[in-house]
């Protein structure tokens, strides 16, 4: 892994990861990967390449690797054969699941998983200690630049009046959302998106496209979802996977009248 600082990147700004390389406008490479269970193969030679900054939804009917595809890139699961890349340089398969979240790629799982007795402040604030023990946590001091970020974070999420209320009494969207703002703490660069609106308002489904589109430019995000219509709402390119690998891939337009895509929706 190189973990040289990139030339001519600030590394004050928002950009910059150490040894990420993402001149070739590429921030996420995966390329024949192959993941076998007990012989059946979840994912069967997908390759796939995520631009830096894009949103990107990735869709398909259940079982046609969603789930095993995030896994692979969190490092959850190893494939059989194929490479994943950060950027160009840093390889995903020789490191483990904690360094491949500080190196800079978050996931948000469906459930969120807040802290309901603390209030929203503290719990942006936890996220930014690394030591979560509760001895560590209660001598944690913020500076003003960690302030700074949570009510920076707090305004993306659309939750600074909330921010002295506890997690436990938020509506399910707004804990979604602080949920997203804990990993934006973190500063990541690749989030990805696990069914982000299930369960969720109307009135929430549309707050949270506006969130989920904000965040991208400075990031990535992979967002995995059924509903086709929040889909059609914040997705300029739509993948969609079948049996393993990549079914095609492009506007949601394109996708939706495909008669491949069409067929393994309908299971014509
Ligand atoms: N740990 C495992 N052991 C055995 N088979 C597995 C395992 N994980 C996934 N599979 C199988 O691999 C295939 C792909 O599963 P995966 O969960 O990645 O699909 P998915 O697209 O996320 O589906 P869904 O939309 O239903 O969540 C499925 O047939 C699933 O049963």
Redo the contacts with the bound molecule.
């Keep these: 892994m190189n973990s040289a600082p990139i030339e001519g990147v600030d590394s004050s700004s928002h950009l910059y990861v150490e040894g990420l390389d993402t001149r070739h406008g590429t921030v996420l490479y995966l390329e024949d990967v192959s993941v076998s269970?007990?012989g059946?193969k979840?994912l069967n030679k997908l390759s796939l390449y995520i631009a830096a900054g894009e949103l990107r939804c990735l869709i398909?009917?259940?079982?046609?690797?969603?789930?095993?595809?995030m896994?692979v890139i969190t490092g959850k699961t190893r494939p059989d054969t194929g490479s994943v890349f950060f950027g160009q340089t840093i390889n995903l398969l020789a490191m483990d699941e904690p360094a491949i979240a500080q190196a800079g790629i978050c996931r948000k799982f469906q459930k969120p998983s807040v802290f309901d007795a603390l209030t929203v402040f503290e719990n942006l604030e936890l996220a930014l200690t690394t030591n979560k023990s509760p001895w560590a946590t209660l001598m944690f001091k913020l500076s003003p630049s960690q302030r700074d970020r949570i009510d920076e974070v707090l305004t993306t999420i659309g939750l600074s009046a909330q921010a002295k209320q506890r997690a436990g009494i938020l509506s399910h969207g707004q804990k979604q959302w602080l949920e997203i703002g804990m990993l934006l703490m973190q500063d990541p660069k690749v989030m990805l998106v696990d069914e982000p609106i299930a369960g969720m308002t109307h009135q929430e489904i549309e707050r949270t496209a506006e969130l989920l589109l904000s965040l991208q430019g400075e990031r990535s995000l992979v967002v995995?979802e059924?509903d086709m219509e929040f889909v059609r709402s914040i997705a300029r390119k739509v993948t969609v996977?079948h049996e393993?690998s990549v079914l095609t891939e492009g506007t949601m337009d394109e996708v939706q009248n495909d008669p491949r895509v069409i067929q393994v929706y309908l299971g014509g």
């Design positions: 269970f007990d059946f979840a398909g009917p259940n079982g046609a690797g969603k789930t095993t595809l896994d995995v059924h996977l393993g």
